[in-house]
């Protein structure tokens, strides 16, 4: 269900700022404390089915899409960071 959520989202241009149905899909995310082996803590949206234990991740509040959610994990872990490849895959880095 998050994968076509974003699909939609992305579909109707909102990343583009200008959405075309009216509405702004707010998403809740989360991001790993523990990095992946390339060093990436990976970005979750809070629907998401492979998102760890609350006691693993940092909420990084509600957002408007994945990418601005990647970039703010990388900021407040001041790591490197990507949407995980399930509920953000429009959003990878690596
Ligand atoms: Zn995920």
């Not at 509405?23 to 790993?32: D, H, L, W």
């Not at 404390?33 to 970005?43: L, P, R, S, T």
């Not at 990507?82 to 690596?94: E, I, K, L």
Request: proline share 4%.
């Amino acid at each position: 269900m998050a994968d076509r959520r974003w699909d939609v989202v992305q579909m109707s241009g909102v990343f583009n700022g200008c959405p075309n149905d009216g509405v702004i899909t707010m998403a809740e995310f989360y991001v790993e404390k523990n990095a992946q082996g390339n060093g990436d803590h990976v970005v979750h949206t809070a629907d998401c089915s492979l998102l760890p234990s609350k006691e693993t991740v940092h909420y990084l509040g509600s957002i408007s899409n994945a990418k601005s959610a990647v970039k703010k994990a990388a900021e407040l872990l001041r790591k490197q960071a990507s949407g995980c490849p399930h509920c953000t895959p429009a959003y990878q880095t690596t």
